[in-house]
């Protein structure tokens, strides 16, 4: 079996992935198990590239870690189509996020995290390329922001592979059914 192409993201009840103005202060599940990491430690030891889109990426460098690239040591891809200023951390991509990823499929190596945000998610799922669905459902419910699920999209049965509860939230992990 070759590299999957992974979205593991959280959203609330609703389906929401952040507040209006891309806000993710609400991502904290019930307190129950404030040291729970929802898995993330071994997905993570289990990707080796990531793929951001340009809202996300400045989000994270201008919010949430603007000191430290958090993804160091993995491929980080960010797909813009502004100018960006080459680092060491990510490569800035202007190519067609579809077609890329489907190139990124052919090459050796461990699989793929589609980190966000919605407009990225929302270009592969519509063009079916995401094996796994891996979503933490939080005990919140936003009433508006960004949705995760954009309206037009195809069909895609997915099969439930895993449920888990971490700190009142729930992560299932669906997989395409058409992979059995």
């Not at 603007?66 to 190519?95: A, L």
């Not at 919605?118 to 922001?145: H, Q, V």
Request: aromatic share 12%; hydrophobic share 35%.
């Amino acid at each position: 079996m070759g590299r999957r192409v992974i979205l593991y993201i959280a959203m609330s009840l609703d389906g929401y992935i952040a507040r209006e103005n891309g806000a993710i202060d609400w991502l904290l599940g019930d307190g129950s198990e404030p040291e729970a990491d929802y898995g993330y430690a071994d997905f993570y030891r289990s990707i080796d590239t990531v793929i951001i889109g340009r809202k996300t990426y400045d989000q994270i460098v201008n919010e949430l870690s603007p000191n430290k690239w958090v993804y160091k040591g993995k491929k980080s891809y960010v797909f813009t189509n502004s100018d960006y200023k080459r680092n060491d951390d990510v490569e800035f991509i202007k190519e067609d996020v579809c077609d890329f990823v489907n190139k990124l499929k052919e090459k050796k190596g461990k699989d793929i995290w589609i980190l966000g945000g919605s407009s990225l998610a929302d270009r592969l799922i519509k063009e079916n390329l995401i094996d796994d669905y891996i979503i933490s459902i939080m005990p919140t419910i936003l009433g508006n922001g960004i949705q995760l699920f954009n309206k037009n999209n195809p069909e895609i049965k997915l099969k439930l592979k895993s449920v888990k509860s971490y700190n009142g939230s729930v992560l299932m992990h669906h997989i395409r059914r058409e992979e059995f």
